[in-house]
């Protein structure tokens, strides 16, 4: 993929299952909710499994490890080992690791699976500003982490002790809706002490590193439902993505997406990786048709005409709003369109 400015989708004429070798599939939002297995999904990666296409999961919340990840799949009815599992945890550890010797004492703001992440690298886990830490890291901790939990945080890093986050998210998808995530917490420390953790999560480097690093990937397709971590962190890697609307992204937010939020590729759910997906082609008007559909940019608003599939409406209106946007967000309102086809 090109990091020059993105102003439609893309086409491809193989399904995208076969035309990579691997799917960098995030989790929350793309192939469960809650707990349960989001529509088509486990029936989807079976597919492309059994096509040669290598599933491996990348996902920010450094919680759960690999293992329990793994383990909760395959429940789900998805064959998963923990080498299939990529988390921020284990970026972060790296991350940590390149910066203090082996061996040195990390103070752990969150759940297990940063944890086992720092065991992994040679580090020693500890609770306590008080324990003499090397360095200071924060990870989702779930509902339930103890609010003295930032005080710790808090104390180290006032002395001086480096920080790092896990991830940035401010938000985590939950089965009663959307509740605070790593970043809010991390938010708390920030403001308490002014300072500025290192980051390794999506959509930073040092995750999409740790994720070809342990699944040797050479032509990755990103699959994700935000545009700000999964879309942003394929930009960021220089490689392909494709978002599916099974999550926090919704069709306007799509149309408003600057240059490193737009995604190769759109589609309704994990289905969109087992076939291939309509070109987008300008038209002499200046608008955009895909399948039935053909969408320009007035003079205040992106106009719609035609009929099919809703999926090739929403991809022609892309094409209107980001070529109308350039490098910029696109401010057209889109409203009337969207509702059209029902999205």
Same mark, same amino acid.
């Given at each position: 993929?090109?990091?020059?400015?993105?102003?439609?989708?893309?086409?491809?004429?193989?399904?995208?299952?076969?035309?990579?070798?691997?799917?960098?599939?995030?989790?929350?939002?793309?192939?469960?909710?809650? $707990?349960?297995?989001?529509?088509?999904?486990?029936?989807?990666?079976?597919?492309?499994?059994?096509?040669?296409?290598?599933?491996?999961?990348?996902?920010?919340?450094?919680?759960?490890?690999?293992?329990?990840?793994?383990?909760?799949?395959?429940?789900?009815?998805? /064959?998963? $080992?923990?080498?299939?599992?990529?988390?921020?945890?284990?970026?972060?550890?790296?991350?940590?690791?390149?910066?203090?010797?082996?061996?040195?004492?990390?103070?752990?703001?969150?759940?297990?699976?940063?944890?086992?992440?720092?065991?992994?690298?040679?580090?020693?886990?500890?609770?306590?500003?008080?324990?003499?830490?090397?360095?200071?890291?924060?990870?989702?901790?779930?509902?339930?982490?103890?609010?003295?939990?930032?005080?710790?945080?808090?104390?180290?890093?006032?002395?001086?002790?480096?920080?790092?986050?896990?991830?940035?998210?401010?938000?985590?998808?939950?089965?009663?809706?959307?509740?605070?995530?790593?970043?809010?917490?991390?938010?708390?420390?920030?403001?308490?002490?002014?300072?500025?953790?290192?980051?390794?999560?999506?959509?930073?480097?040092?995750?999409?590193?740790?994720?070809?690093?342990?699944? $040797?990937?050479?032509?990755?397709?990103?699959?994700?439902?935000?545009?700000?971590?999964?879309?942003?962190?394929?930009?960021?890697g220089e490689v392909d993505s494709l978002l599916v609307l099974t999550g926090v992204t919704d069709g306007a937010q799509l149309?408003?997406?600057? /240059?490193?939020?737009?995604?190769?590729?759109?589609?309704?759910?994990?289905?969109?990786?087992?076939?291939?997906?309509?070109?987008?082609?300008?038209? /002499?008007?200046?608008?955009?048709?895909?399948?039935?559909?053909?969408?320009?940019?007035?003079?205040?608003?992106?106009?719609?005409?035609?009929? $099919?599939?809703?999926?090739?409406?929403?991809?022609?209106?892309?094409?209107?709003?980001?070529?109308?946007?350039?490098?910029?967000?696109?401010?057209?309102?889109?409203?009337?369109?969207?509702?059209?086809?029902?999205?």
């Amino acid at each position: 993929m090109s990091r020059s400015v993105r102003t439609r989708p893309e086409g491809s004429g193989q399904a995208l299952s076969e035309a990579y070798d691997t799917a960098l599939l995030d989790l929350d939002g793309v192939v469960y909710a809650g $707990g349960s297995a989001i529509a088509y999904a486990v029936e989807s990666l079976a597919t492309a499994r059994s096509r040669g296409m290598r599933l491996a999961y990348v996902t920010n919340n450094a919680l759960r490890t690999p293992d329990t990840v793994a383990e909760h799949l395959t429940e789900l009815g998805i /064959p998963t $080992g923990a080498d299939d599992v990529i988390t921020s945890a284990q970026a972060v550890a790296r991350l940590i690791s390149e910066q203090v010797p082996r061996g040195a004492r990390v103070l752990v703001i969150g759940g297990e699976g940063l944890r086992v992440a720092l065991r992994e690298r040679g580090l020693v886990p500890v609770e306590s500003a008080d324990d003499d830490p090397a360095a200071v890291v924060q990870g989702y901790g779930g509902p339930e982490l103890p609010w003295g939990r930032f005080a710790e945080a808090g104390y180290a890093v006032a002395r001086g002790v480096p920080w790092f986050a896990s991830n940035t998210d401010l938000t985590i998808p939950s089965g009663r809706g959307i509740a605070p995530g790593n970043g809010a917490a991390v938010e708390v420390v920030r403001i308490a002490t002014g300072a500025e953790p290192q980051v390794a999560g999506k959509p930073l480097p040092p995750m999409h590193r740790e994720t070809i690093l342990r699944t $040797g990937a050479k032509r990755p397709l990103v699959v994700g439902d935000r545009l700000d971590t999964d879309i942003e962190g394929a930009f960021n890697g220089e490689v392909d993505s494709l978002l599916v609307l099974t999550g926090v992204t919704d069709g306007a937010q799509l149309l408003a997406a600057p /240059p490193q939020h737009r995604p190769t590729y759109v589609d309704a759910d994990l289905r969109g990786m087992l076939s291939g997906q309509p070109d987008v082609v300008e038209v /002499p008007d200046g608008g955009f048709r895909c399948g039935g559909w053909t969408a320009t940019a007035g003079a205040d608003r992106l106009e719609l005409d035609g009929d $099919g599939e809703a999926l090739d409406g929403l991809r022609a209106l892309c094409a209107a709003a980001w070529t109308a946007a350039g490098a910029g967000v696109c401010a057209l309102d889109g409203g009337k369109s969207l509702a059209r086809l029902g999205l």
